[in-house]
């Protein structure tokens, strides 16, 4: 660099400031005085006190630190590690390499020589309760490989899966079967608290037996401890999605995890999830009983409702995870991502055909829901709970959109608790994540009886219509066939406000279906014509009549529904539908909340 200085400078003086010059820039400098062409001084910078060589590398002190992590990474002591295969599960790092290496569809990246995985961004905690176990421990006297709890048996961190970044979890069962404690604790809420943060999807991979009961004084009742996880999975709730998958029996306090979870998948032969492990059910009830009947996968899958659904193994979950999360946003307040429209698989000119002409004959709504959907996007959740009613994610010209559907093969499509249960939770969800609803309507409506009024038809009934009523999405609802009773309230009719109502020509909305309409009106006149014959013709005569009121057309006469539609041409008018009604803007009476759950 050169610098131009007063030609009265000595050259004393151009040295000085050549030198400080270099030294600070870093440069050669060629001081000039005045209008002389030759260098009044010329400095160049110092050589740095410690030197820079090509060949540094790391010292002992780095080569310590990789061989703690690569210790930490081996798990639990291994006599408990040789026992997963026969239990049929992956080791937890196997499992890591499973979802976010090469090992599956969708996963992030591929697993390299030494066990990193591509996908897996960062792990948090690696070194939690390092001190009470590892050799390395200036606490440890002496080292007992029964002790070791690497990561205090749970890891977190951040990964990438099927393009995503997503926040997890994963007990490491060799480590005290998965169990609970205070550091993993605080490394569980520091993860769902920086997902409440981020608005990033949270993965829970669970395989815990439960808190460390002889160390719950550390994390049980504390006001950061285990009690907190449920108060930030209820925060978490409907901001981002929350997705379990369980790979072995869940526990107590471990259990609440997968129910707090917005979909929780299971695992056949592996997982199972209860209030209290069996040997305590005995000890409270005197019932003798195994995990897999007290809270597998059957029990949850086909009773409870609490797993949505059920895998064949580990492989299988992740794959059911991996098209879960095409349907769903990142987080609350954005569109589920869009895909591109496939046809769908079966012609939809085949729907007048599949729909009997008679009310009560019954058809499967899923050959239905395939004459609409883009093919392959059929995805059900609760496939064996409430079976008169079917809730599945699909995709209409790609858009993701929540099916609510009666199901007319399962006891008529009269909605039982457990179905109307299970569609609440559906609607709930899918408007918390922005997922379009589309009802179809093919119902006698409530069931009625005893049975069900002891098993809260009227609760469970509420808690459909509130979430019909409260969802702020676009919905759109099509009369196939029978609409009856308050069945048409809880499917988005007309006084719901969905964007539309739409009929198919086989379609009836009435208080009741003929038949009994006509018993309950009609009865004692009827019986008074001796006649049998004459009886049995005013009866159809009665009940015709009956139809020609509930008709789809006098109700699109009446403008009690928007529009009939040829059934071949369903699919194109939900299509342009759901595209107008897109950026709808929807809300609620400014309220704190409703008093329905």
């Known amino acids: 660099m050169k610098v131009h200085v007063g030609a009265g400078a000595s050259e004393e003086e151009a040295g000085a400031i050549a030198s400080a010059l270099a030294e600070h820039l870093g440069v050669d400098i060629e001081v000039f005085a005045g209008e002389r062409d030759d260098p009044a001084a010329v400095a160049e910078p110092p050589e740095p006190e410690y030197p820079l060589a090509d060949d540094l590398g790391p010292t002992d002190r780095e080569a310590t630190l990789r061989e703690e ?18 239990q049929g599960k992956l080791f937890v790092r196997d499992r890591l390499d ?3 290496g090469g090992g599956g569809e969708g996963g992030g990246g591929d697993a390299d020589a030494e066990g990193a995985t591509d996908g897996l961004k960062f792990e948090d905690g690696k070194f939690a309760n390092f001190d009470s176990y590892h050799r390395n421990s200036p606490d440890v006297e002496e080292y007992d490989e029964s002790n070791r709890v690497p990561a205090d048996g749970l890891i977190t961190g951040a990964a990438e899966f099927g393009g995503r970044d997503v926040h997890f ?29 981020n608005g990033k999807p949270v993965l829970y991979l669970m395989d815990s037996s439960g808190g460390r009961i002889d160390q719950q004084t550390g994390f049980f009742a504390n006001r950061e401890g285990i009690g907190k996880y449920y108060y930030n999975h209820s925060m978490l709730s409907g901001r981002v999605p929350q997705i379990c998958v369980l790979y072995g029996p869940c526990i107590a306090g471990a259990a609440y995890t997968p129910v707090f979870a917005d979909f929780t998948v299971m695992v056949e032969g592996m997982s199972a999830m209860a209030i209290a492990s069996p040997r305590m059910v005995k000890m409270v009830t005197g019932e003798e009983i195994d995990m897999q009947e007290l809270g597998g996968p059957d029990v949850h899958a086909k009773y409870s409702g609490s797993a949505d659904l059920v895998a064949r193994d580990e492989e299988h979950a992740r794959e059911l995870v991996s098209q ?52 392959e996007s059929v995805f ?15 995709r209409i010209d790609g858009r993701p959109v929540g099916v609510v559907a009666n199901q007319p093969t399962q006891r008529s499509g009269a909605i039982f608790p457990d179905a109307a249960e ?55 609802t099509v009369v196939v066939r029978k609409a009856y009773g308050a069945g048409i309230y809880a499917m988005g009719g007309p006084a719901y406000e969905p964007e539309s109502v739409i009929g198919l020509p086989s379609g009836e909305i009435g208080i009741m279906g003929p038949e009994a309409a006509i018993n309950a009106v009609y009865a004692n006149k009827l019986n008074d014509i001796e006649d049998e014959a004459e009886r049995k013709e005013r009866e159809a005569e009665l009940r015709e009549e009956y139809r020609r009121d509930i008709d789809v057309h006098r109700m699109a006469s009446e403008v009690v529904i928007d529009e009939i539609v040829p059934p071949s041409e369903l699919r194109e008018e939900l299509v342009q539908r759901f595209d107008f009604y897109a950026d709808i803007e929807k809300s609620v009476p400014d309220k704190k909340h409703g008093t329905v759950l």
């Open 69 to 86: 992590i690569a210790d930490i990474l081996q798990g639990g002591p291994e006599k408990y590690k040789q026992r997963l295969p026969e």
């Open 98 to 100: 499973l979802w976010f």
């Open 169 to 197: 979890m994963a007990n490491d069962f060799t480590v005290k079967a998965g169990s609970m404690a205070g550091r993993g604790v605080e490394k569980f809420l520091r993860m769902q608290q920086r997902a409440l943060k």
């Open 324 to 375: 879960l999360m095409t349907y769903l946003p990142d987080k609350a307040g954005e569109k589920p991502p869009r895909s591109d429209a496939e046809p769908p698989k079966f012609s939809p000119g085949g729907i007048d055909e599949l729909i009997p002409e008679a009310p009560n004959l019954p058809y499967d709504v899923h050959d239905l829901i395939e004459r609409v959907a883009d093919a």
């Open 380 to 394: 059900e959740l609760k496939p064996e709970y409430g079976t008169e009613i079917v809730t599945a994610f699909v």
């Open 422 to 476: 299970k569609a609440a939770e559906f609607i709930w969800t899918c408007d918390a994540y922005e997922v379009p609803l589309l009802y179809l309507c093919d119902t006698p409506g409530f069931m009625a009886g005893s049975d069900v009024e002891k098993d809260a038809i009227l609760e469970k009934g509420k808690k459909f219509i509130y979430a019909t009523s409260s969802a702020t999405v676009p919905q759109q």
